[in-house]
């Protein structure tokens, strides 16, 4: 009996070293990504450790944790940004970009989280309002591709238009909050002068509520009458643009033989190694012949003698002829 239990102990034993990490690695090989990452998520809740492990690996690549915001207004500085999405977890780096030869801001930065999971908390509420302009933040790995580009962005984005001076970003929000949720929204103001265009976008999380924005028989803000319309149809409207200067080039046109061609007059000063005037070598007579002479296109005809006519003057000097048509 007790040879039996042995053996029993054994055999366990043995299937126990089958379990080394070339054969888990085996049997995990096959498995999709979703069953993997259901089984890690089960084992992550039931053992700490196992959480704190998936952390790590995923923390370690800067990747997973570096956001890219995008919309922030020209006077965002990197502390704001920062104070911004500090609420989400602690931040390892963020700034502003500027451009390198005015030193303003072009409009967007980048946050860099301790941890990824700061970042996926960023990114379930991607709009921020920073110093009155709806910014939005995606991850920087994605770039632009990872903005608002789904299908029906076009039935969702509004241009609008005739907007006061005095109209700012975070009241073109909460005037348009009213038809629904916006995603992404601000007035668009000038770079240099940092004063209102004149006209903004609003980008609605749905598209009903854009519709409902669109069909507002009512639309004042500021004091004026504003219009807000698909900002697709507005960007279709063709834009006249003119070449500068120094793109029209000067081109030359032919002239008709035997007209005189412009000739660049020579510099006054003498070329070096040539004096003027020069003389000029005389050539021989018999090296041109003249030319023969062109034959007569008729032959010469002698002169016709004609006798001369006597006529009988009167004393007042008239001649005596009867003029002619007239009898005597």
């Keep these: 009996m007790e040879d039996l239990k042995k053996r029993k102990m054994e055999e366990m034993g043995n299937n126990g070293d089958l379990s080394t990490q070339e054969e888990l690695r085996s049997l995990l090989d096959p498995l999709a990504k979703s069953q993997l990452v259901d089984l890690l998520s089960i084992l992550g809740c039931q053992y700490p450790s196992i959480a704190e492990e998936i952390k790590s690996i995923a923390s370690s690549d800067p990747v997973h944790r570096k956001l890219f915001v995008r919309g922030l207004a020209w ?28 030193g303003k801001s072009r409009g967007y930065g980048f946050i860099t989280y301790k941890h990824m999971e700061s970042a996926h908390s960023a990114l379930r509420a991607p709009s921020k309002l920073i110093d009155g302009r709806m910014a939005v933040c995606n991850l920087a790995c994605e770039g632009l591709s990872g903005a608002s580009t789904t299908p029906d962005l076009v039935q969702r984005k509004l241009y609008i238009g005739g907007l006061s ?20 929204g601000s007035v668009a103001y000038d770079k240099d002068t940092n004063e209102s265009r004149g006209f903004g976008f609003v980008t609605y999380k749905t598209v009903e509520a854009a519709k409902k924005a669109i069909d507002d028989p009512q639309k004042i803000l500021g004091g004026r009458t504003i219009i807000a319309k698909l900002a697709d149809t507005h960007k279709g409207k063709p834009v006249q643009t003119q070449l500068p200067a120094a793109a029209v080039v000067p081109l030359a046109l032919p002239m008709a033989p035997g007209y005189p061609q412009p000739v660049k007059a020579h510099p006054s000063a003498a070329p070096a190694g040539y ?30 003698p004609y006798a001369p006519l006597s006529a009988k003057k009167d004393p007042q000097g008239m001649p005596t002829t009867t003029p002619m048509g007239m009898v005597q």
């Design 75 to 102: 006077n965002t500085t990197s502390e704001t940004l920062c104070a911004a999405f500090r609420m989400h977890g602690e931040i390892e780096e963020g700034a502003v970009i500027y451009d390198k030869a005015t």
């Design 165 to 184: 001076p005095d109209v700012t970003s975070e009241m073109l929000l909460n005037y348009f909050g009213r038809h629904g949720e916006i995603e992404e």
């Design 275 to 304: 004096a003027y005037p020069q003389t000029i070598t005389s050539y021989p007579a018999s090296s041109y012949p003249s030319p023969a002479a062109a034959p007569a296109p008729y032959p010469t005809q002698p002169p016709i």
